[in-house]
């Protein structure tokens, strides 16, 4: 989960430093050149850490587009700092400390790095010619055994280790161990709030274990992609049975891997119902949906909303009316039959959308992905629309095209020469949120 292997398909320029040292010394300057990467055992890693704390396993990088390597090499001190000098055996602890102390204090560019000009490259650090991943692989082990740590002193606050209950075993532990999960949480506002972050949420070793590789794994495999939509997965069970929840977690990543078919699918309910719909135990299962963005560079992520024990009956239920009613929430015109016409949730629920495509307008991206989400809510059934709102919806479509210009042909609006077909569109949706309790009359409260 933590291994890169998303390289773009360039020619990078590979470039190995090679430092030289003897009886835990330091030998000459260290030696840098153009190799082949074949001949290098190495492994290269995703960024590790928080978002202002980041690193990688190992001194292997991968740069593209990169014209500062100077400032590059530079910064590698705080990858040995993180990861070698704490995760390598005593003995490499102090050889990688050797490399650490030269790349802090390099000033002198005795290595002449800023001669190369910008280009994609490959960096790999060497020790008597062999990487670091070949020299210390216990540094992997070691990670996989023990990927978090405790909370770090702060400039302003000192996180002590004590006994505690665990927030998540409920039993009396040590605590004090970070899980270091990289989402937008409400210490990031003000520093000072981090220390109850340590104090509210308590916990083990174990427990921090847990939630690090779980959510590593979540954000790995249990992540899909729809049209410019990210969504991640999370089912849970009320009756917890180890092997059927394995068995859905296995079932979901299998789903993640289905690319031809889900490349052709254009509604996100289809999408979402073909996901989980054949599996056995399905009904056993809550899930929680939500609507991120992932960096896959450092696997930060950013959360826009949640929706918390979705039914997949629900999920059913929306997509069965849908085909009923030939309604679809794609985004594309649908082909399949042309005697069919189908109802376009977009018309009245993606206005933003389409007036960006039509009119090529840029930076409303994250007003988009809200509208799209209003949408799924509103499907889900956690959310509601009013009644006088849907009304103006309706109006709007009548009235405005994509590009937000007034429907008139030779005087006459358009929906008054042919009104038949918008009246139809709106019955049918009109018909189709009613069953599904979407609409929320006057006075009526929803929570």
Known sequence: MIKNSNFKDSEHIVL????????????????????????????????IGGTSNSYYLYPNFEYQGEKDLYKKFKAISHTLQNSAMIYANDGNKCIAALVFEYIKNYEKDELELKNFKQDDYFLVLLINGKSFFELMPEVLDNYINMPVLMHKKDEKIYFKPRKAIDIISA???????????????????????????????????????????????????????????????????????????KGLISFLKNAKNMQEESEREESFMRRLRKQIENYKYINSFTLDILFAEVDQT??????????????????????????????????????????????????YFGVLEKYAVATRVKGLDNKIMQEKIFLAKILLGYAKIKYIELLKRFEHFREFDAQNKKKIKDGVKNWISFPENIVENENKILWFLQEINAIRMQNETFF
Request: with cysteine; proline share 4%.
């Open 16 to 47: 190995t430093i090679d430092f030289k040292i003897e009886n835990l010394k330091l030998v000459d300057k260290p030696k840098i050149s153009r190799v082949s990467l074949d001949n290098i055992k190495t492994l290269f890693t995703k960024k």
């Open 171 to 245: 039993k009396d532990e040590f605590c004090g161990y970070n899980p270091d999960i990289k989402f937008f949480t409400y210490d990031n506002y003000d520093k000072d709030l981090k220390v109850q972050i340590v104090n509210k949420l308590p916990m083990s070793l174990e427990s921090a274990k847990t939630i690090k590789k779980g959510w590593m794994f979540a954000i790995n495999n249990l992540k899909f992609y729809y049209k410019g939509l990210e969504y991640i997965i999370i089912p849970s069970m009320v009756n917890f049975d180890a092997e059927i929840f």
């Open 298 to 347: 450092n696997l930060s992520v950013k959360i826009f909303s949640t929706l918390e024990d979705v039914l997949p009956s629900r999920i059913a239920k929306v997509v069965n009316l849908m085909q009923k009613q030939h309604i679809t929430d794609s985004s594309k015109p649908i082909q399949d039959n042309e005697d069919v016409k189908f109802t376009y949730l977009k018309d």
